[in-house]
């Protein structure tokens, strides 16, 4: 079962509070109309920053249904499979992102969502995948 908050957000009572009205914003934003791509995006993070992963992966589903050979929308649902614990699923939007042409494989290598992902046995052909393009990674 996904979990909604796999990794400890911690956030300011003051910042909780800034997020929680940027996010009811953005909400009404994207009821008005679905199809805002940098809209979503933005609460797509926002729900992830929140620790409301769940909801950040919905989003991030509705992304690709809008982008689907867009290499971040892509790359932000792996992020969103890392942090639900669907790990094949990570594996598999991860492959398509990096086909797509996603290569910011330094921030790949550190971006705290994927952190459980990377120790993961599915992630070992993605990051032979990446030692294989020769770019350095630390």
Known sequence: MAKNSSRDVRLSRNERRNLDVEIGF???VI???PQFVEALRILGDDYTR???FVDGLKVDEQLIQLRPDDSL???NLACSYALTDRFAQ???ALEKAISLGYNDFRWLMRDPDLKEFRKHPL???IRKRI???QVKIR
């Open 31 to 33: 009821r008005r109309d």
């Open 26 to 28: 953005v909400e009404g």
């Open 131 to 133: 030692k294989a393009s």
């Open 50 to 52: 929140r620790g409301r």
């Open 90 to 92: 990570a594996a598999s």
């Open 123 to 125: 992630f070992l052909p």
């Open 73 to 75: 929308a892509h790359y």
